[in-house]
């Protein structure tokens, strides 16, 4: 039978009371919870201190939630460093041994750790000890090929001397050059001598037949690269801003450009666009009836897509009223259609004359024509405005000093002067046209 002790281990309750007499009292089953909530609080807790990491924090902690340790400890329920997993071979043995690098002359021994497999073996970094084989002359072939009334053999055997000890690095080999006891030499000078003589010896030495790659050294090309990056380098906070903003201008001006052809070759579109469709509309005038669908067939390909409006074909079965077919396509914007519909009513044509199949065909090549004379009529005002504001453009520069005086080589039929710009001299025609 359970006892009060029993019950008291199950509701987790205590008390002096409660243990001595070993029965549940009143106040043990009310006040529980704040029995619980008094050892909670009682428990010490540690907040991280500012600028610490979580993982150096919990490093402080045991399992059991110990206070941090004042001095180090070792402990078995924190954390443990892994051991090794060690194989079950036998460890290659290492021995210290001595050992030459072939890249120095004098003979130098060293020693180092190394595996006792490779004893006797090469060094194996000595791969990496590339030379560069400088060509070698004789006295013969000097005084007959090399001479130079510049250079003296003396000064020659120098540079080589040089060029063999450093490898062909001409800024040292510049640094470590005898300027005192011989002429003051820069790097493409002493360069320009080396692959003269290289590809002297090369061309001596060749076999007859035989394809060379002979070194090519340009001095006066490398001085003035050197020039022009000593200016690039030299140039004030002004020169850049300068040299920007030109930038900008000549993408601008490029921009322009640009525009400008693209509006020279649409024009050229809507004017090759009227000229066939008044020939074809000619032909189809003079041609008999019988014969006109089958020349509408065959002359309906040559006409550009930007002739006027381009009208559906209705080939679909079923019925379909003639009033569709005098209905404007979606392509036509509405600034042409209002502008189409206030030059039929300067004309006096009726908007919404009676479908017929003549007077349908007749009503949408007027209107076609009409858009094409719009769109024509748009581009003679762009060029008029483009050739205005040049003319303005010519004039200040005139004004200016820059360029000659204005030079009338027509009249339009408005009256206005022509620039002639193509017939001008060539300074002025570079600063008007961008």
Same mark, same amino acid.
């Given at each position: 039978?359970?006892?009060?002790? !029993?019950?008291? !281990?199950?509701?987790?309750?205590?008390?002096?009371?409660?243990?001595?007499?070993?029965?549940?009292?009143?106040?043990?089953?009310?006040?529980?919870?704040?029995?619980?909530?008094?050892?909670?609080?009682?428990?010490?807790?540690? &907040?991280?201190?500012?600028?610490?990491?979580?993982?150096?924090?919990?490093?402080?902690?045991?399992?059991?939630?110990?206070?941090?340790?004042?001095? @180090?400890?070792?402990?078995?329920?924190?954390?443990?460093?892994?051991?090794?997993?060690?194989?079950?071979?036998?460890?290659?043995?290492? *021995?210290?041994?001595?050992?030459?690098? @072939?890249?120095?002359?004098?003979?130098?021994?060293?020693?180092?750790?190394?595996?006792?497999?490779?004893?006797?073996?090469?060094?194996?970094?000595?791969?990496?000890?590339?030379?560069?084989?400088?060509?070698?002359?004789?006295?013969?072939?000097?005084?007959?090929?090399?001479?130079?009334?510049?250079?003296?053999?003396?000064?020659? =055997?120098?540079?080589?001397?040089?060029?063999?000890?450093?490898?062909?690095?001409?800024?040292?080999?510049? !640094?470590?050059?005898?300027?005192?006891?011989?002429?003051?030499?820069?790097?493409?000078?002493?360069?320009?001598?080396?692959?003269?003589?290289?590809?002297?010896?090369?061309?001596?030495?060749?076999?007859?037949?035989?394809?060379?790659?002979?070194?090519?050294?340009?001095?006066?090309?490398?001085?003035?690269?050197?020039?022009?990056?000593?200016?690039?380098?030299?140039?004030?906070?002004?020169?850049?801003?300068?040299?920007?903003?030109?930038?900008?201008?000549?993408? *601008?001006?490029?921009?322009?450009?640009?525009?400008?052809?693209?509006?020279?070759?649409?024009?050229?579109?809507?004017?090759?666009?009227?000229?066939?469709?008044?020939?074809?509309?000619?032909?189809?005038?003079?041609? @008999?009836?019988?014969? $006109?669908?089958?020349?509408?067939?065959?002359? &309906?390909?040559?006409?550009?897509?930007?002739?006027?409006?381009?009208?559906? !074909?209705? &080939?679909?079965?079923?019925?379909?009223?003639?009033?569709?077919?005098?209905?404007?396509?979606?392509?036509?914007?509405?600034?042409?259609?209002?502008?189409?519909?206030?030059?039929?009513?300067?004309?006096?044509?009726?908007?919404?004359?009676?479908?017929?199949?003549?007077?349908?065909?007749?009503?949408?090549?007027?209107?076609?024509?009409?858009?094409?004379?719009?769109?024509?009529?748009?581009?003679?005002?762009?060029?008029?405005?483009?050739?205005?504001? $040049?003319?303005?453009?010519?004039?200040?520069?005139?004004?200016?000093?820059?360029?000659?005086?204005?030079?009338?080589?027509?009249?339009?039929? =408005?009256?206005?002067?022509?620039?002639?710009?193509?017939?001008?001299?060539?300074?002025?025609?570079?600063?008007?046209?961008?």
């Amino acid at each position: 039978m359970a006892t009060g002790a !029993d019950v008291r !281990d199950i509701l987790e309750l205590g008390g002096v009371e409660s243990e001595n007499t070993g029965t549940i009292n009143k106040k043990d089953i009310i006040n529980s919870d704040k029995k619980k909530s008094k050892k909670s609080s009682e428990t010490l807790t540690f &907040k991280r201190p500012e600028g610490m990491h979580r993982e150096v924090y919990a490093l402080l902690y045991s399992d059991k939630k110990d206070a941090p340790p004042l001095l @180090p400890s070792d402990t078995t329920q924190g954390y443990r460093t892994v051991k090794a997993k060690l194989g079950s071979k036998k460890v290659r043995p290492w *021995k210290w041994m001595p050992f030459t690098n @072939p890249a120095r002359k004098d003979g130098a021994m060293f020693y180092h750790w190394r595996r006792a497999a490779e004893e006797g073996k090469d060094y194996p970094f000595a791969r990496f000890n590339k030379t560069v084989q400088v060509p070698v002359y004789s006295e013969q072939e000097y005084q007959m090929y090399l001479h130079d009334d510049a250079w003296t053999k003396a000064e020659t =055997d120098h540079l080589f001397d040089l060029a063999r000890r450093f490898d062909l690095r001409f800024v040292v080999i510049h !640094d470590r050059y005898d300027h005192q006891q011989f002429k003051k030499r820069s790097v493409e000078d002493l360069k320009e001598r080396y692959y003269h003589i290289c590809a002297k010896l090369a061309n001596i030495r060749a076999a007859p037949g035989t394809d060379l790659k002979i070194p090519v050294f340009d001095a006066g090309h490398e001085r003035r690269r050197k020039e022009q990056l000593e200016r690039l380098y030299n140039r004030t906070p002004e020169q850049v801003a300068e040299e920007e903003y030109l930038i900008q201008e000549l993408r *601008k001006i490029e921009t322009r450009k640009k525009e400008r052809e693209k509006r020279t070759q649409d024009l050229q579109k809507l004017i090759t666009a009227a000229d066939t469709t008044t020939e074809q509309r000619r032909a189809e005038r003079k041609a @008999p009836k019988k014969k $006109l669908p089958q020349k509408k067939e065959t002359e &309906k390909p040559a006409v550009p897509e930007t002739a006027g409006i381009k009208f559906p !074909d209705f &080939k679909s079965a079923g019925v379909t009223l003639r009033s569709q077919r005098m209905k404007l396509p979606s392509s036509v914007g509405q600034k042409k259609i209002k502008a189409l519909e206030q030059m039929l009513m300067e004309l006096g044509v009726d908007l919404n004359p009676m479908p017929t199949e003549e007077i349908v065909q007749m009503f949408n090549e007027l209107r076609s024509d009409l858009v094409l004379l719009y769109e024509l009529k748009q581009a003679f005002a762009n060029c008029e405005y483009e050739l205005q504001m $040049l003319r303005h453009r010519y004039e200040a520069l005139a004004k200016a000093g820059s360029i000659g005086p204005l030079s009338v080589e027509g009249a339009h039929p =408005d009256g206005q002067a022509g620039l002639g710009l193509e017939e001008g001299k060539g300074d002025a025609k570079d600063q008007i046209i961008d």
